[in-house]
Nanobody, 117 residues
């Protein structure tokens, strides 16, 4: 599976961004999908995930209520809507997929999100 993430950029605190991740090579309808992020000097952390069989979504406490993960299986694409962004959300965001939870088997190239204060 190949993953291509896009949609990152520079935004002011309180703003919004929507990340997209297009998958190719396999249909995502039978895969878990996720987003991780890594800030400078910090470990990579789980942000949000969507499991394939029940359509449930999961979020890190730090983004709950502000971020929304969604998927369009027909387009083989997963999205991360990020609202009320904070400077601490600044990181490289990675799209992931896999058949086990949390999905870590395949990673996209990452997209930079920078939130200015």
């Amino acid at each position: 599976v190949q993953l291509q993430a896009s949609g990152g950029g520079l935004v002011e605190a309180g703003g919004s961004l929507r990340l997209s991740c297009a998958a190719s090579g396999r249909t995502i309808s039978i895969y878990h999908m996720g987003w991780f992020r890594q800030a400078p000097g910090k470990e990579r952390e789980f942000v949000a995930g969507s499991n394939w069989n029940a359509g449930n979504t999961f979020y890190a406490d730090s983004v709950k209520g502000r971020f929304t993960i969604s998927r369009d299986n027909a387009k083989n694409t997963v999205y991360l809507q990020m609202n009320s962004l904070k400077p601490e959300d600044t990181a490289v965001y990675y799209c992931t997929t896999g058949i086990t939870w949390p999905p870590r088997a395949y990673w996209g190239q990452g997209t930079q999100v920078t939130v200015s204060s």
